[in-house]
C-alpha cells in the first residue's frame, strides 16, 4: 500500500536509525511486522547499530555546522562509537580528526556495512551521501 510506504531515501532511514541509537532513543515502529520488506527488517535488525543502545547515556554531539554534525558515545567497555552526518543535499567528503577525543585510534568498523578499515593519522575521512552517515566503532 503506497500510503504506508517510507518516503525518506535509504541513506535518510540509516541516518534516522543512527541517531536514534547513538543517543540511546527508545525503539517503537508501526508496521504489520509479518508484511515488512528485507531492507526495513535489515535497518531494523543492525546488530553493530543496534548495540548502541547498551551503553550508559554518553551520547555527546562534537560539531554541528548547516552542512555536517558530529555524534559520539563510548561503550561501557571503552569502545568508541562515531557518526559523521551529511545534513546538506549534496554527496560531501567529509573528515574528522580524532584527536577531538584526546586518544588514538588505528583501526575501525563502518557499522552499516561492517567492513573493517585502518585508521590512518587518527583521522576519519569519508565520501557521505546526500543525509547520509558513516557510523563507525575505533579501537
Not at 534516522?16 to 509479518?34: D, H, N, Q, R, V
Request: aromatic share 10%.
Amino acid at each position: 500500500n503506497a500510503e504506508r510506504e517510507c518516503l525518506f531515501t535509504s541513506e535518510e532511514q540509516k541516518t534516522m536509525m543512527t541517531l536514534w541509537s547513538i543517543f540511546k532513543s527508545p525503539m517503537m515502529i508501526g508496521a504489520e511486522l509479518t508484511m515488512m520488506d528485507d531492507w526495513t527488517l535489515s535497518l531494523l535488525t543492525n546488530r553493530e547499530i543496534l548495540s548502541m543502545l547498551k551503553f550508559t547515556a554518553q551520547a555527546k554531539q562534537l560539531e554541528r555546522t548547516k552542512k555536517r554534525a558530529v555524534w559520539t558515545n563510548v561503550s561501557d567497555d571503552g569502545v568508541r562509537y562515531i557518526a559523521l552526518f551529511n545534513l546538506s543535499d549534496e554527496d560531501c567528503d567529509m573528515e574528522f580528526s580524532l584527536n577531538e577525543l584526546s586518544a588514538t585510534f588505528t583501526k575501525g568498523t563502518d557499522l552499516w556495512s561492517g567492513e573493517a578499515f585502518e585508521v590512518k593519522a587518527n583521522t576519519l575521512t569519508k565520501k557521505i551521501p546526500a543525509h547520509g552517515v558513516f557510523a563507525v566503532k575505533v579501537k
